[in-house]
């Protein structure tokens, strides 16, 4: 059974930094897309970055520059480095496996697994 946790999430003013982590049990890395989508309330999934089975990177456009995904295997952790942090970036953020990579855009429509996220609120 593949069990997904976030941490790191908090409060942090416009232009400051968070490195959200994904603890993963149960789940070999490359097996499946995985990454992280964020949501606000009542709103849709928004894909925000994801490896590939086959090890490629894709971010949103609105994050690109901004925030970095990496995985350390050994630990089975996923990471998401944020920086240059936006008010509009306030959301409730969640790690996923099953996501699709679309015209280098990342996708979580189907997806397999998810965690129960972790809150990232941007004060301007």
């Known amino acids: 059974q593949v069990q997904l946790r976030e941490s790191g999430g908090g409060s942090v003013q416009a232009g400051g930094s968070l490195r959200l982590s994904c603890t993963i049990s149960g789940y070999t890395f490359s097996r499946y897309c995985i990454g992280w989508f964020r949501q606000a309330p009542g709103k849709e999934r928004e894909g925000v970055a994801a490896?590939?089975?086959?090890?490629?990177?894709s971010y949103a456009d609105s994050v690109k520059g901004r925030f970095t995904i990496s995985q350390d295997n050994a630990k089975n952790i996923l990471y998401l480095q944020m920086n240059s942090l936006k008010p509009e970036d306030t959301r409730m953020y969640y790690c996923?496996?099953?996501?699709?990579?679309?015209?280098?855009?990342?996708?979580?429509?189907?997806?397999?697994?998810w965690g129960k996220g972790t809150l990232v609120t941007v004060s301007s």
């Open positions: 490896i590939d089975s086959d090890g490629s990177i």
């Open positions: 996923a496996t099953g996501c699709v990579v679309a015209a280098g855009t990342p996708g979580f429509y189907g997806i397999y697994d």
